[in-house]
Nanobody, 122 residues
Framework: QVQVVESGGGVVQAGGSLRLSCAAS????????NAWFRQAPGKGREGVAT???????KYADSVKGRFIISRDNAKNLLYLQMNGLEPEDTAMYYC????????????????WGQGTQVTVSS
């Protein structure tokens, strides 16, 4: 059974940085497309960034230039480096593994983590 677990969320002031990590068991991030999603209170879940098995990255317009998705194949970890955080980035962040089509919109991940909360204070 594949398990995906996020960590690294917390409370940070606007302009600050956080790095989220995601670990998986019985699944190798390097073999498939994976992503980070987020869901703010009262809003739908949105794709933040994807990274394909080739390493190609895509970002939502709202985070381009501020967030970086990366992967450590040796440690089998997925990361989301978040810089220049804004109050609008406050949300539950989810790690998503194995996304057919590797799309931020429409792709349905096979595996989800339980989420890690990120709160940005103004």
């Amino acid at each position: 059974q594949v398990q995906v677990v996020e960590s690294g969320g917390g409370v940070v002031q606007a302009g600050g940085s956080l790095r989220l990590s995601c670990a998986a068991s019985r699944f190798a991030f390097s073999t498939k497309c994976n992503a980070w999603f987020r869901q703010a209170p009262g809003k739908g879940r949105e794709g933040v960034a994807t990274i394909g098995y080739s390493g190609m990255r895509k970002y939502a317009d709202s985070v381009k230039g501020r967030f970086i998705i990366s992967r450590d194949n040796a440690k089998n970890l997925l990361y989301l480096q978040m810089n220049g955080l804004e109050p609008e980035d406050t949300a539950m962040y989810y790690c998503a593994a194995d996304i057919p089509g590797c799309s931020l919109v429409g792709g349905v991940p096979k595996y989800w983590g339980q989420g890690t909360q990120v709160t940005v204070s103004s």
